[in-house]
């Protein structure tokens, strides 16, 4: 099991509310991912970050903003959630010294936007 | 365009079954291949990860093959147990950015029965 945590597990809100999933590793890899999910489909890059201060947008467009203060902590914020917004929410993080830069996986955040 | 495409999208077996799910990929240029195991509200776990140069690798009762001249994969599973139910993930990384990008299938849906 690799320790990579996403809280909350499970969120429903209303529209327009501002919310934040936060998600934390204690390996020390530098590099850190969020991607979307929705059911039956593949994963999506929303969000990666190379290191502390370092954020890029990734392959799927999304509202949500990241941060990268720490380099264990890596949380995603959307300033107003609309029903659109929901979806399965993945983080994962990996070690770019270590062969193929295997990616370890957090549980996933549930967000169902009313 | 970098696409990866699994078969069949959903598989019920009985317990005690073998079964082998497919992946056809067209990612270029070609890094490593993976499977991922993902139970139902949880994040992707690591199965096998297979450079070009290997054409297979067994953990445990998963056995992963790899032909990269025809950019195909599959999964064998032997005597399947019921923790077996889960989304099987075929992912192709490739070695055109320093990012490593993965490129995710949709998974094929297997469900064991007692």
């Known amino acids: 099991e690799a320790d990579i945590y996403q809280t909350p597990r499970y969120l429903v809100i209303g529209t327009g509310k501002k919310i934040t999933l936060e998600c934390s590793q204690t390996?020390?890899?530098?590099?850190m991912y969020w991607y979307q999910q929705d059911p039956g489909m593949e994963l999506h890059l929303i969000h990666y970050?190379?290191?502390?201060?370092?954020?890029e947008k990734g392959d799927l467009s999304s509202e949500s903003t990241v941060s990268r203060i720490r380099t264990e902590h890596f949380p995603l914020t959307l300033e107003s959630a609309r029903p659109s917004h929901t979806s399965q929410y993945l983080c994962?993080?990996?070690?770019?010294?270590?062969?193929?830069?295997?990616?370890?996986f957090g549980p996933g955040t549930r967000l169902t936007v009313l | 365009k970098n696409q990866v495409e699994q078969s069949p999208q959903s598989l019920i077996i009985l317990e005690g079954k073998n079964c082998t799910l497919q992946c056809n990929y067209t990612v270029s240029p070609f890094s490593n291949l993976r499977w991922y195991k993902q139970d139902t509200g949880r994040g992707p776990v690591s199965l096998t990860i297979m450079t070009f140069s290997e054409n297979t690798k067994s953990n445990g009762r998963y056995t992963a093959t790899l032909d990269a001249d025809t950019k195909q994969s599959s999964l064998h599973i032997t005597a399947s147990q019921l923790s077996d139910s889960a989304s099987y993930i075929c992912?192709?990384?490739?070695?055109?950015?320093?990012?490593?990008?993965?490129?995710f299938g949709r998974g094929t849906q297997l469900t064991v029965w007692p």
């Open positions: 970050s190379y290191g502390v201060n370092s954020t």
């Open positions: 992912v192709v990384s490739d070695r055109g950015s320093t990012l490593g990008r993965l490129y």
């Open positions: 390996m020390g890899h530098d590099k």
């Open positions: 994962a993080s990996s070690d770019s010294q270590v062969s193929y830069n295997e990616q370890f």
